[in-house]
């Protein structure tokens, strides 16, 4: 294959991963908290419709962004207000969220379909953008991508490495002996939640000002439930997720591409792969038993009420 | 922003309730109910059965009345809705999947005096009739514009799922190809999807990739297209006109027209004309169109279009003429003959030119 | 001093709360639901009747209703034991699909005499059994090598549902179909019989109804349902009572299995008649919120696949009767949910409104 053509499909499969991986991380922040939010496919498909919308009245991909993430925290702040302040279960409201978000966005977005939209605009340093292979790839990304790479260090820094995110996993751990301790809580709960909506919003909004830079209904077409899946194959570590996110979007394209090229494979077994082989991955780095029950929130999904 | 957006639904609705209850008697107006298996925001096949939709609407709105069901899964729950329709009065039922078949011959059962339409499909009964559009002579047409343009002679195909009619499209636009580019090599991604904006793009940048320098999709999106725009090749959309998505890339798109089948088919049942049979319109009927060709084609080429196109309406070829082979190399059909409509209804292989297998 | 609403856990949960929140969560849904009709410009009152009133309003619609709310029970009561232990079976939809496959493959084999008696217990048996296996595998992977059950049994029903595509699209194919992708239709003896004559209504919902009140036996009385609860609630204290956490997760993740494969296996050899790409309707998924809105248990199970599978009628009835969009019918439905979900904490907690004592530094 061509440098070109190399150079191409790894711009393919950045562009699968990144929804997943913005997503993804988003999640992981909250369910280090404790929070299990199963809303991530609605949140994502509000923040595209909104990310959309905001971009076509307004003319500018930044006003689109920040909207995108700023209705991904709305939807995150019902389903908060819901399970952390009014102790309803999560897993049922967070399946609530994504009824909702797949109604409401249709809803919405009427208006915005069959609109085209310039995609987000991708760097050009030049010189550096020109290189083989790897200029378009390191230095042609718009700046979703480049947000993504960034969240996971970041998140990775303030989980690991600073005060606060060490609070905040010990509230995902123990929000009994956290709360004992004197942190807030439902506090840092909500925070944990607003922050993955907004994640998520801007995941959405990959998908429909990057991608595909049009609105259509269920446009995230199940790439939520991925990201979910994500956090889990990733023990709820960003490196790992990163991992996960390009080997299951590299697998997506990938299987598009062999088909292209003629293997005699059925479609649909070839479509199999990137879902077959992240259960293999996970099931080979799940052997460790105790590097997982480390790695699981104790708290996950678990109301917290100070009076128990 | 929302709260206008719900304003101007809430006027626009509020002023279709009250057209709808417009002074006729109800009880004078054919009640006329749409089943879509997609939403009509999908801009291609469900939206294409509503814009005939409103086409009847508008053209009979003294004397009819329709209603839509819209994102009505292909399972248990068609033939509920169905039943709803054909139980609320409504005379003329069409069900625009071919998902609908059983469900709806199971209704059109129970429901003797209701007048089903079913589309794309291939059971008829007293009180149904089927309907489809000849796709695969749009596809001629293409094929050939596609044998102009391709410098590679590589061309990229994104489709949906293995049923006939797209496997009969996929023939007709390579047999066509061929007969302009005979070097000419046709590659199918399968999404297994109708409609996935992502998928499909990511389908047509893997072909991209590959060197296909046109597109030809027979999935729902204009996601192709804006992939062929962004990276400065060629593509044909499907069911609408999609040349907004990819001003230069969009050569043309094959369009679906249900308007005039359903006047006609609607005025037949307010004359009590109307009886079961079986319509597949071709380019000659007006239920398949071409839309208008990008202002940036070569004239020859137009021409050259142009001329397929009139041709194929005076039936002087047809899509299928002898003599081609399948894959394999076995010959389907010997010259001077053409496929019967039997032969193309059940096609389950790809001619030669075509790179992979059919799933089996 | 500012106002402080604050939720007090009650001592014990609320006995009369329990019948009441679900009816305030209703009132309030009715409440918002108007409100929402009349801001889109439809007639309030009118359009809540066409919703909640109509589809129920005949026996078909009964029937109807019966029907839809049937795998929606099954799914759900299977998962509520694995939820309950702890064990998290998100991918019914797969095992449902399995089921399918199943079921309609062993009609599809042996149906060419035109089958007997005996065939429609056999295909309930094969859907069991095809959704226990599919659930094995997730299974097999946590006990054996801890992996998280969640994804396994999300990313397997991807590949059942695409299984299921290729088999229909392919060898499964009805020869006399036109390469429609679906199988033959089922012959008579490989179909539910029905049990009101002019409805869809069919032996597969007495079925599940036996099973709802099997598994209330079950979990109140047996020692089974004991340690379920136990498993769920105290980890550590079943473990000293030698209460096998692998055994729970198999029999848990066997038996949601077996109850949604017997769930597809229902509908395919009920409404449908046939195997087709559509089967999958997301009823493994819904399924988890019926566990859920049930509390876990097979009555509130019950009455929560009720009330769902009316939210589905209700906005198919109100697109064709009000011409209301699609969308607004899923609003609808996610707003239900929130105030069903969001009354029930009335139960377990009180709301105390008092004035916020100043703390001392």
């Not at chain 1, 790992?240 to 090229?261: N, S």
């Not at chain 2, 009739?129 to 596809?139: D, I, K, N, P, V």
């Not at chain 2, 044998?147 to 009619?165: L, N, R, V």
Request: glycine residues 10%; hydrophobic residues 50%; aromatic residues 10%.
């Amino acid at each position: 294959m061509s440098p070109d053509v190399i150079a191409a499909v790894m711009m393919s499969v950045v562009a699968a991963a990144t929804p997943l991986l913005l997503a993804a991380l988003g999640e992981l922040v909250t369910e280090k908290a404790g929070v299990l939010n199963l809303g991530v496919e609605g949140m994502m498909l509000i923040g595209a419709v909104a990310g959309f919308g905001a971009a076509m009245v307004s003319g500018s991909w930044i006003v689109g962004v920040i909207a995108a993430a700023l209705a991904g925290m709305a939807m995150a702040l019902v389903f908060a207000v819901l399970a952390l302040t009014l102790l309803a279960n999560q897993v049922a409201t967070g399946l609530a969220l994504t009824i909702l978000g797949v109604g409401l966005s249709a809803l919405i977005g009427r208006p915005f379909i069959g609109v085209p939209l310039p995609r987000l605009p991708q760097l050009y340093v030049p010189g550096l953008t020109d290189l083989p292979i790897v200029g378009r790839l390191i230095f042609g990304q718009d700046f979703l991508v480049y947000l993504s790479i960034a969240l996971v260090v970041g998140i990775w820094w303030f989980l690991e490495r600073s005060r606060a995110g060490l609070v905040l996993r010990a509230v995902g751990e123990s929000h009994d002996s956290a709360h004992a301790i004197g942190y807030p809580v439902i506090a840092i709960r909500y925070l944990a939640t607003l922050f993955g909506g907004a994640c998520c919003g801007l995941g959405g909004a990959y998908l429909s000002l990057a991608v595909t830079p049009m609105w259509a209904e269920n446009m995230v077409a199940g790439r939520g439930w991925i990201a979910l899946a994500l956090v889990v194959f990733a023990t709820w570590k960003p490196l790992r997720t990163l991992a996960g996110a390009y080997l299951f979007g590299g697998l997506a394209f990938g299987q598009l591409f062999l088909q292209g090229l003629g293997f005699s494979v059925p479609s649909q077994f070839l479509s199999m792969l990137p879902y077959v082989a992240t259960i293999v991955v996970l099931t080979l780095i799940s052997r460790d038993a105790t590097r997982i029950r480390l790695n699981t929130p104790a708290c996950l999904g678990k109301s917290y009420h100070p009076d128990h | 922003m929302f709260k206008s957006t719900i304003k101007a639904a809430a006027v626009a609705v509020a002023a279709a309730m009250i057209a709808a209850a417009a002074p006729a008697s109800a009880a004078d107006k054919l009640k006329v109910g749409f089943v879509y298996v997609g939403p009509i925001g999908d801009l291609g096949y469900s939206y294409q059965h509503d814009v005939g939709r409103l086409a009847l609407q508008k053209a009979l709105s003294d004397k009819v009345e329709t209603t839509y069901v819209e994102n009505v899964p292909e399972g248990a729950d068609a033939e509920r809705v169905i039943a709803q329709l054909a139980q609320s009065g409504h005379g003329l039922i069409f069900t625009t999947s071919f998902g609908f078949m059983n469900p709806t011959l199971k209704v059109a059962q129970r429901f003797p005096k209701v007048k089903f339409e079913h589309a794309t499909g291939y059971k008829r009964a007293n009180n149904v009739a089927t309907y489809s559009a000849r796709f695969h002579e749009g596809r001629t047409v293409i094929g050939a514009i596609a044998g102009k343009m391709t410098k590679s002679g590589k061309i990229g195909y994104i489709a949906s799922f293995p049923i006939p009619e797209v496997v009969s499209g996929i023939n007709a636009f390579t047999l066509a190809l061929k007969k302009v580019r005979p070097d000419a090599e046709v590659r199918v991604v399968w999404v297994n999807s109708w409609y996935d904006p992502g998928k499909e793009a990511a389908a047509a940048k893997a072909l991209i990739d590959q060197g296909a320098d046109v597109l030809s999709q027979h999935t729902d999106s204009p996601a192709p297209i804006q992939a062929a725009e962004e990276r400065g090749i060629y593509a044909f959309g499907q069911s609408s006109d999609m040349s907004k998505f990819g001003p230069k890339a969009h050569l043309t798109s094959i369009v679906d027209i249900w308007d005039g089948y359903y006047i006609n088919r609607a005025q037949a049942v307010l004359d009590g004309k109307w009886k079961s049979e079986d319509t597949w319109g071709g380019l000659d009927s007006g239920m398949v169109v071409l839309s208008p060709y990008n202002p940036g084609m070569p004239k020859d080429v137009a021409a050259m279009a142009d001329q397929i196109k009139n041709d194929l309406i005076a039936h002087k070829i047809t899509s299928f003429d002898g003599p081609f082979n399948d894959r394999s190399g076995k010959q389907v059909i010997p010259a001077g003959q053409h496929l019967s409509d039997e032969k193309i209804l059940t096609m389950n292989y790809f001619v030669e030119g075509v790179v992979g297998d059919l799933p089996k | 001093m500012p106002l402080d609403l604050r939720l007090e856990a009650r001592p014990q949960a609320s006995t009369a709360w329990r019948y009441l929140a679900p009816l305030l969560a209703i009132a309030v849904t009715l409440c918002a639901g108007a409100a929402l009709f009349a801001i889109l410009g439809y007639p309030p009152a009118h359009s809540l009747k066409v919703f909640f009133i109509d589809p129920i309003s005949s026996v078909e619609g009964l029937a109807e209703l019966a029907l839809k709310a049937t795998p929606l029970m099954l799914c759900a009561v299977g998962l509520s034991i694995g939820f309950r232990a702890n064990v998290w079976n998100i991918g019914a939809e797969g095992q449902f699909v399995i089921g399918a496959l199943a079921g309609g493959g062993l009609c599809l084999a042996l149906q060419g005499d035109g089958g007997g008696w005996w065939l429609m217990p056999a295909m309930a048996l094969a859907g069991m059994a095809g959704g226990m296996a599919w659930a094995a595998i997730p299974a097999f992977l946590r006990t054996r090598f801890n992996a998280n059950e969640i994804l396994v049994s999300l990313m397997l029903t991807y590949v059942a549902v695409l299984l299921l595509q290729y088999l229909v699209h392919g060898p499964w194919k009805d020869p006399a179909g036109f390469n429609f992708p679906q199988s033959e239709m089922f012959v008579e003896s490989g179909l539910l019989p029905i049990l009101i004559e002019g409805t869809r209504l069919n032996l597969g919902t007495l079925i599940a109804l036996a099973i709802l009140g099997l598994a209330w036996a079950v979990l109140t009385r047996g020692l089974f349902g004991f340690q379920v609860r136990v498993i769920g609630q105290a980890p550590l204290a079943a473990a000293y009572a030698g209460f096998d956490q692998k055994r729970m997760i198999w029999a848990s993740l066997l038996l949601s299995g077996a109850l949604a494969g017997l769930a597809g296996t229902f509908e395919v050899a009920g409404p449908v008649g046939q195997l087709t790409p559509a089967i999958p309707q997301n009823y493994g998924f819904t399924a988890i919120i019926v566990a859920f809105l049930g509390r876990l248990h097979p009555l509130g199970i019950l009455l929560g696949s009720l009330v769902i599978a009316l939210s589905y009628l209700g906005g198919e009835s109100a697109q064709i009767m009000l011409r209301l969009p699609v969308a607004v019918a899923g609003v609808f439905q996610g707003m239900l949910l929130f105030f069903l979900l969001a009354c029930d904490v009335l139960i377990r907690y009180r709301v105390r409104i008092g004035h916020s004592v100043r703390r001392a530094a």
